[in-house]
């Protein structure tokens, strides 16, 4: 049975397959504020059923896969105010082989020279979509605590993690993870911010976010 889409306003609500898990799916990027650890007070409080998930702060995305390993076929709105994990999601939904090739050569080369190979990546700028995401997650993963922070120029500046032994590429999980995402025709979503029209007063914030079909 193909995907079936709606379109409701500015949001795109994508129907999920079924899948028997080989592994259960979980996170591939640790997130600040994550609720991964709250799963097991969160979970007495989900309905039995329901028809569509919104998760408006997608982070490491652990409620989303919680729900698609226990639960049959159910509509998704997956959304984040940061570009940059967001296209790390469409990116391992649409691309995962290509990515794990690039997480492969992060991380033999991380091993060869750890401090120095993670702010030489942390300097560059990939140009691709497949690069940016290979980007965030190697930063995410060895960076200190997993955190996620730029300065004021929009520049990604978390020190060194001094990780003895991290795991940059976790490639089974990572195709998991692109097969519980990625729907027979094989669409994907990106996030993208914009400011309002109008003037909203001061109290109130200037960005919006929408989800779009690419």
């Known amino acids: 049975m193909s995907d079936q889409k709606v379109q409701n306003k500015d949001k795109i609500l994508e129907r999920l397959p079924t899948v028997s898990w080989a592994r259960s799916p979980r996170p591939f990027v640790k997130w600040a504020g994550g609720k991964g650890q709250l799963l097991q007070q969160l979970e007495q409080h989900f309905p039995r059923s329901f028809s569509t998930f919104y998760e408006p702060f997608l982070g490491g995305g652990a409620v989303f896969f919680r729900l698609v390993e226990s639960r049959p076929r159910f509509n998704a709105v997956l959304s984040d105010v940061n570009a ?17 090739k690039k997480l492969v050569l992060h991380e033999a080369k991380y091993k060869l020279a750890p401090k120095k190979y993670y702010y030489q ?3 560059e700028e990939p140009s691709d979509n497949v690069g940016r995401a290979a980007r965030l997650i190697f930063l995410n993963r060895t960076c200190y605590n997993g955190l996620y922070r730029v300065n004021k120029a929009g520049k990604f500046n978390v020190p060194f993690g001094r990780y003895k032994n991290p795991t940059i590429c976790d490639h089974e ?3 998991t993870v692109s097969q519980c995402c990625s ?23 200037s960005i919006l976010t929408r989800l779009i079909s690419r």
């Open 121 to 123: 990546v942390r300097d």
């Open 84 to 100: 940059g994990l967001i296209n790390a999601y469409d990116v391992v939904k649409k691309r995962a082989q290509e990515l794990i």
């Open 183 to 205: 729907g027979q025709t094989r669409s994907f979503l990106r996030l993208t911010t914009r400011k309002p029209r109008k003037k909203l007063g001061r109290k109130t914030s």
């Open 173 to 175: 999980n990572l195709l």
